[in-house]
């Protein structure tokens, strides 16, 4: 595959390159202890070997972004997984976060033809893609009004606000996917890596977010207090919502290769974090949320 690259534009021989980093992929079949209870969440007939990848990038670009992620992965994913608290972070975070927006921005922009983009979003669009290409590839310090926010997600216990999807820890703690979210007056890349969110800002009021922004320099992870805009919950419902619905759709074979899986771990699955999620979801929801109909 002799192409031009996405980043640099060198004309090259192109790697294919994971939309969501690789190590996500690898935490996620660990995380259910083995039991191949992981799916796809938009078409969960479909087992997800090792998520979605295109032919992107040349070697030079690549490993750019490979070390960003191994750091990310070490300092900050995989402890925060096993329950660490104030991890701290470099100059890297901003990158790391910055190429995961820049690829879910290539990824999903004009794929859901439906999606009805302003003019001015078109043009932000286009700004960002720019500004984080730049950045990524060292020509610019800073990403202009165009900032990464990331924040962890525990699982939760109770809640103040009213309806919120019954697999709601699942999603949190779990779900792994992408996509661009928003409004006419607002516009974010979104990428859920498990239990961290990653959103690239390109339209909309910046001082709404408090405790998620990633800064040029060091950092901890998590922050002290996080505040998110109001409008952000309904969207996140909405993912919610979209995977259990996408769900419904398990096949009966599935679904029974699925369970023959889990009891053949017996109660050492609801020790994964998986199962716990699963627990979770049940101790706030009733049981009936993690009953399959
Ligand atoms: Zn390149």
Known sequence: MIQNCLLCGSHARLRKSHIIPKFVFRWLKKRAGDSGFIRNTD?????????LKEYWLCDPCENIFA???TMFANRIFHPYCAGEQKLRHGPELLRFTT????????YAYGRNSSAP?????RELIQSAEETWREFLLGKRKNVR???QHI???GLISESTIGQLPTNMNRFIAGAVTLDIIGSRKMCMTFAKLGPFIILGHIQGRTKDWIGSRVWAQSGTIPATEYHLPWGFLPLLKE???????????LSPDQAAKIDERIQALGDAFFATPQGEAILADAAMFGLDAIKRN
């Open 43 to 51: 078409r969960p007939n479909q087992r997800v070997q090792d998520g």
């Open 67 to 69: 070390k960003d992620e």
């Open 99 to 106: 190429s995961v927006s820049w690829r879910v921005l290539h």
């Open 117 to 121: 983009y302003t003019v001015t979003q």
């Open 145 to 147: 009004n165009f900032c």
């Open 151 to 153: 924040i962890p997600f």
């Open 239 to 249: 993912k919610a919502l979209h995977i259990q619905n996408a769900w419904t759709q």
